[in-house]
């Protein structure tokens, strides 16, 4: 991998980054508003703060593929090549940050009694 080749990889997983946090956004927004609406929530600003944690971190790990082709480039000398399985991955990746943000807040939000 040459340096413009690993610019094109950083730029494809960025270009991307946008639908990432739309998705992980709204299965949070959708499981808040119907937690939140069959439950006695009371807000606290501590909520607030742990959303915005929960974002940032969720965004850490969206970083960690352009960090796994790198490793894969670097390391193993391109032999996996996962180049060709970064849409899998970014799908996968979505699907399954959307589905873990949703049930988090589902159970934060809608089930305050189990914690």
Same mark, same amino acid.
């Given at each position: 991998?040459? @340096? ?5 990889? =950083? ?6 980054? #946008? ?6 956004? +709204? &299965?949070?927004?959708? &499981? ?5 609406? *069959?439950?006695?929530?009371?807000? *606290? ?5 742990? =959303? @915005?944690? #929960?974002? @940032?971190?969720?965004?850490?790990? *969206? ?6 082709? +790198? %490793? ?9 090549? +996962? ?5 899998? %991955? %970014?799908?996968?990746?979505?699907? %399954? ?8 807040? #589902?159970? *934060?939000?809608? &089930?305050?009694? +189990?914690?």
């Amino acid at each position: 991998m040459t @340096i413009e080749e690993l610019r094109g990889n =950083i730029k494809w997983w960025e270009s991307k980054r #946008w639908i990432f946090n739309l998705a992980v956004g +709204l &299965a949070g927004v959708i &499981a808040i508003y119907y937690a939140t609406s *069959y439950s006695t929530f009371i807000w *606290y600003r501590t909520d607030v703060l742990g =959303i @915005i944690i #929960w974002g @940032i971190g969720a965004n850490i790990l *969206y970083s960690s593929g352009t960090l796994i082709e +790198l %490793f894969d480039w670097y390391y193993l000398k391109n032999a996996i090549r +996962l180049k060709n399985l970064r849409g899998l %991955f %970014f799908v996968v990746g979505t699907v %399954f940050s959307c589905l873990w943000t949703f049930y988090n807040a #589902w159970m *934060y939000f809608a &089930a305050p009694h +189990l914690w």
